[in-house]
C-alpha cells in the first residue's frame, strides 16, 4: 500500500513562494497522475491542480492558475507543489493524491495526511 507524506507548509506572510513535497513511499506512483486538493476552514476540500504521470501535462484551477505549478520526480517517487505570490484566501490544508487521470477529480483514490499552509496578511 502506497504512503503519501506532505511536507514544507507553515506560515507564510503574502506574496510568499513555499514549496510542498509529497513524498511516496510503499509502492512507486510513477505510474499514476498526482494532485493537489485543498480545504480551508468551513470549506469543502477543491481541487488544486493535476500532473500526469510522466509529468507532460499539468492542470490548474482558476483560483491558483499562474502562481501555482506542480512538477514531479518519479525517481524519488516525489510530486511538489511550487506555490507563488501566495494570498491569505489560499490559507488551507493542503493534501496531494493519487489517481487514474490527472483532471478527473473523481478519479483520485489515495490522499496524504495533508500539511497547513497559513498566510499572513
Known amino acids: 500500500q502506497v504512503q503519501l507524506v506532505e511536507s514544507g507548509g507553515g506560515l507564510v506572510q503574502a506574496g510568499g513562494s513555499p514549496r510542498l513535497s509529497c513524498a511516496a513511499s510503499?509502492?512507486?506512483?510513477?505510474?499514476?497522475?498526482m494532485g493537489w486538493f485543498r480545504q480551508a476552514p468551513g470549506k469543502e476540500r477543491e481541487f488544486v491542480g493535476g500532473?500526469?504521470?510522466?509529468?507532460?501535462?499539468?492542470q490548474f484551477a482558476d483560483s491558483v492558475k499562474g502562481r501555482f505549478t506542480i512538477s514531479r520526480d518519479n525517481v524519488k517517487n516525489t510530486v511538489y507543489l511550487q506555490m507563488n505570490s501566495l494570498k491569505p484566501e489560499d490559507t488551507a490544508v493542503y493534501y496531494c493524491a493519487k489517481g487514474r487521470s490527472a483532471f478527473i477529480t473523481a478519479s483520485y483514490d489515495y490522499w496524504g495526511q495533508g500539511t497547513q499552509v497559513t498566510v499572513s496578511s
Open positions: 510503499g509502492r512507486t506512483v510513477s505510474n499514476y497522475a
Open positions: 500532473i500526469t504521470w510522466n509529468g507532460g501535462t499539468t
